[in-house]
């Protein structure tokens, strides 16, 4: 184990987990509900710290981040547990069974294995990804710290339910982040997610504030959050409060998990989800599990020139390498250097 760090001791030796907006009152003994953290006589402690369970070296596109050093690796990694229980979880052996009390498990690390590997491969980030990387927090900061000394960028892909004081801690260390808006409902985020609506939009707007590189994805999932007024809904705060120039990644559903009792999403959705992104105004809206779609290339919002080839996950064409339309000169948001 490892101290954990953002807590503070209450009485009788429960703690409170200050990392995520569960805000955790944990009794000595147990764990808080990400299943990673434990009091141990009134101190907590990571189980996670050293325990990487997923590392690979992905393509950026596959975060996915578009616009964020299009073409480039990142070494990803993440460990188990997480602090949402979201019924339709695609990557649930990682995220689920510390949540179960089961053990943790995973492959020694440390943050300077870490960051060398990532420098072996030529790596340009590092991405904390696979399950919720507000669960390891520790290994996330001191990882971004040196990975920082070292030059590579720092990516997150999140849920986007971290406390506001772990944002704070994180704010000089990431560079971009890819965040879930899962649905756009209360009653989906508690039912569905055993979370809450309100705590994600908080982050997702102070994210914006920070600086960092902020694209999103939404999961649309036949008959749960995929109305014509939801979708609208969505869109509309992307392009209100985060910024029209905020990439939407729209994903097809697959049955999985706890939640198999409905087919995958008909691509006939995902064009009104990619419409209705369009109708509010939103600059770059993807299709994602779609392959061959149209609207998986990026195209100028000044002249329409398509500027960024993908096939799949890979990059086939960047006359937009610079940041700008060779065309009509349009700056293409984002960060390509």
């Known amino acids: 184990m490892h101290p954990a760090r953002l807590w503070k001791p209450l009485k009788d030796n429960q703690v409170q987990c200050r990392l995520c907006s569960h805000f955790c009152v944990v009794d000595p003994g147990e764990r808080g509900r ?35 050093l299009p073409g480039t690796r990142s070494l990803s990694f993440g460990t188990m547990g997480c602090n949402l229980g979201c019924s339709f979880c695609q990557n649930y052996t990682l995220s689920q069974p510390p949540r179960q009390g089961k053990a943790v498990q995973g492959h020694p690390v440390t943050p300077e294995l870490l960051v060398q590997t990532a420098l072996d491969a030529g790596c340009r980030s590092i991405s904390y990804t696979y399950s919720e990387p507000t669960v390891f927090f520790e290994l996330m900061q001191d990882t971004a710290k040196l990975a920082k000394e070292k030059g590579l960028a720092n990516v997150m ?8 004081q772990c944002l704070d801690e994180l704010a000089p260390l990431i560079d971009a982040a890819n965040v879930d808006l899962k649905a756009f409902t209360p009653q989906f985020y508690e039912k569905v997610c055993q979370a809450r609506l309100e705590p994600v939009k908080a982050s997702l707007a102070r994210i914006r504030e920070l600086g960092w590189w902020l694209e999103v994805t939404t999961l649309v999932i036949p008959g749960l959050n995929d109305s014509d007024q939801e979708l609208a809904a969505m869109a509309a705060f992307i392009a209100e409060k985060l910024g029209k120039s905020t990439p939407w990644h729209l994903s097809r559903f697959h049955p999985t998990f706890e939640l198999q009792d409905r087919p995958s999403t008909p691509t006939s959705t995902l064009e009104r989800a990619w419409t209705a992104g369009k109708h509010a105004g939103l600059e770059y809206v993807y299709l994602g599990n779609v392959p061959g779609d149209p609207h998986n290339a990026t195209f100028c919002p000044g002249c329409g020139r398509q500027v960024l080839s993908r096939s799949g996950f890979s990059v086939t064409d960047m006359a937009a390498g610079q940041g700008a339309c060779p065309s009509c000169g349009a700056a293409i948001a984002g960060r390509f250097a």
């Open 157 to 164: 892909v999140s849920n986007g339910f971290m406390s506001p």
């Open 34 to 68: 990400c299943g990673v953290r434990v009091n141990q006589n009134g101190q907590l402690y990571t189980l996670v710290y050293d325990r990487a369970a997923a590392l690979n070296i992905d393509p950026i596109e596959k975060k996915p981040l578009y616009h964020f």
